[in-house]
């Protein structure tokens, strides 16, 4: 049945994993088990360093039974936010243990992920992935030790380990991809450079599928429009729709100091670059022919500077970390399944 209201705050105790305010989370504490009243579900909203925005983080367990989290679901969790610190959110994340024996490893995950990009227009895409909402799922969890998740819309196993830092206020995270690079599939084409618009590239798909252009193959002054042109064509040869959030696209420029990327997201430039881009980025640049050099050390951002490593088997992305900032009640419309 519908329901009315807008989102309401949670007032919880302070602890390590929720302090008063805008609150850094550890990872520790455990998941919430706190059930919401009915009509109501409750979410977590958690800010990864380095992302474009928050993400609203629900806990399928917390739905109501016959929930399909589709997109009127979702566009009235959104509505709810109006008036809120967070009306302008466009990442959701939906997570639950996973079905599995034993204990948490590449082929029995912890957790089950699936991330909602949503569009400026109003819509929804559920076809990407997104590292930073991947790591706010762990965080809103807050369950000890690594956590095995797999990325349910990409297909993707992420394993999140804390690695504290010596005179840090708390833990950062180091993922890592549970894939190699050289996998069937890294390069979609099955060609390390393709040609689009005159401009040669190189289409990964690792975390999400992306489009590398070196930059100088992209006059600065209209960098953004140049760089949107050979995505819609890039998403015409990959076979996605001409508005859809994919493929994600980065210029990069290599010399003597590393490597350093420009990268787009929904609405804009990111302020880093993607948790995803810079698995990509690192997968690219450990294959041989694509035109991404190996990164040699930090890759340099706009913000920043990301860190990120390959092996045989995987690539890690380290020093990521996510604040809680706040817990809401918000009113749900059940969509019965058939």
């Not at 805008?22 to 455990?30: L, P």
């Not at 819509?123 to 990407?128: E, H, L």
């Not at 670059?273 to 690192?282: E, F, K």
């Not at 088997?313 to 918000?330: F, I, N, Q, S």
Request: aromatic share 4%.
């Amino acid at each position: 049945m519908p329901t009315t209201g807008g989102a309401r705050t949670v007032q919880e105790p302070a602890t390590a994993g929720a302090r008063t305010g805008a609150a850094r989370a550890t990872g520790r504490g455990g998941p919430r088990s706190r059930t919401a009243p009915t009509g109501t579900v409750l979410a977590t909203v958690v800010r990864a360093e380095d992302a474009p925005g928050p993400t609203l983080v629900l806990r399928l367990d917390q739905l109501p039974a016959g929930a399909l989290a589709l997109g009127g679901e979702l566009a009235r969790l959104r509505q709810a936010l109006s008036g809120t610190a967070y009306a302008d959110l466009h990442k959701i994340a939906l997570y639950g243990p996973a079905i599995r024996t034993g204990t948490g490893t590449a082929a029995h995950p912890d957790l089950d992920y699936r991330f909602v990009q949503a569009l400026p227009d109003r819509a929804f895409d559920f076809r990407a992935g997104c590292g930073h909402s991947l790591l706010a799922c762990v965080v809103a969890d807050g369950r000890p030790g690594p956590v095995t998740v797999r990325a349910v819309t990409t297909g993707d196993t992420v394993l999140c380990e804390r690695e504290p830092l010596e005179g840090a206020f708390d833990d950062a995270y180091t993922l890592s991809f549970l894939k190699p690079p050289t996998a069937p599939g890294t390069l979609p084409t099955g060609r390390p450079v393709d040609v689009l618009l005159g401009v040669p590239v190189s289409l990964v798909r690792y975390g999400n599928p992306y489009v590398f252009v070196d930059a100088r193959h992209v006059p600065e002054a209209a960098l953004q429009d140049r760089l949107l042109r050979l995505r819609a064509e890039a998403a015409r040869v990959l076979g996605y729709p001409p508005h859809s959030a994919l493929p994600k696209i980065a210029a990069f420029a290599a010399g003597p100091g590393g490597v350093s990327v420009r990268a787009l997201t929904v609405g804009g430039w990111h302020p880093r670059l993607a948790l995803t881009g810079a698995a990509a980025l690192a997968a690219a640049g450990a294959l041989d022919g694509t035109v991404v050099p190996a990164p040699t050390g930090p890759v340099r951002t706009p913000g920043g500077t990301v860190t990120v490593s390959t092996a045989p088997d995987r690539v890690r992305v380290h020093h990521k970390r996510a604040t809680v900032l706040g817990r809401l009640e918000l009113p749900w419309r059940i969509h019965a399944t058939a």
